[in-house]
């Protein structure tokens, strides 16, 4: 008897915790699109949400030892990526710039992804900056009229209203933090390498990407080669 009035109870308790959590998620959410709306109506408000969920693909970083490049080259390593942004907001000033703000939401803790950020290690905001405005020189919009004005997480579970959004903007980013680079770097190291390992010195082509990718390698200073 004891076990099932046990039960009964941990089931009654779970379902009002499940139900005070719903109802809290539904105010903050609530909350949020009331100051969502209260910003778009406003008679000085320029920003206008122009896509939802919008899809990006085949966007390519190129980087050399020596950093970013804009092509694909023999001695650069291609880092794609593909996703979904959230929500984008712009408007068209009376210079015929586009400007544009990425959004996107976030239900984890704001502190937890503010420290990846400083660590280097968050480059979502980057990616988004960059796809933005590939897709906006798709639609046909000169690059030089496109402005990215910021990209935001926002965290509207935060309980502090007022400290919801984490902004980005400027040239953070243009390129990947150091500690994303440095990987790059290891990858083109281990790439020359490879093709070193495979090289065969009495063929002539092979024989100048040997000396042009020895320049790369780690070991030059003592290879005997």
């Not at 949020?32 to 390519?60: G, P």
């Not at 650069?76 to 929500?87: N, P, S, V």
Request: hydrophobic share 30%; with cysteine; glycine share 4%.
């Amino acid at each position: 008897m004891y076990f099932v009035v046990y039960e009964e109870l941990c089931s009654d308790l779970n379902i009002y915790a499940y139900e005070l959590e719903y109802e809290q998620i539904k105010e903050k959410c609530q909350n949020y699109l009331i100051k969502m709306h209260k910003e778009f109506t406003d008679d000085k408000n320029l920003w206008k949400v122009i896509a939802c969920e919008e899809k990006f693909e085949d966007l390519t970083f190129y980087y050399t030892e020596n950093g970013k490049c804009s092509e694909e080259t023999e001695n650069a390593i291609g880092l794609c990526f593909e996703g979904y942004i959230d929500r984008i907001d712009g408007y068209q000033d009376e210079k015929n710039v586009w400007h544009f703000r990425v959004i996107d939401y976030k239900s984890g803790g704001k502190k937890k992804l503010e420290d990846k950020i400083k660590e280097g290690c968050q480059i979502q905001h980057i990616v988004y900056a960059n796809a933005v405005k590939k897709l906006a020189m798709a639609d046909g919009v000169a690059e030089e009229n496109i402005k990215i004005d910021s990209v935001q997480y926002i965290h509207f579970f935060e309980d502090d209203k007022n400290n919801q959004v984490l902004e980005y903007s400027g040239e953070v980013l243009e390129d990947f933090p150091e500690k994303v680079r440095k990987v790059f770097v290891e990858v083109l190291r281990e790439k020359h390498y490879r093709k070193l390992e495979n090289c065969d010195c009495n063929n002539k082509k092979d024989k100048m990407l040997k000396e042009t990718n020895c320049n790369y390698c780690t070991y030059k200073d003592i290879c005997r080669e």
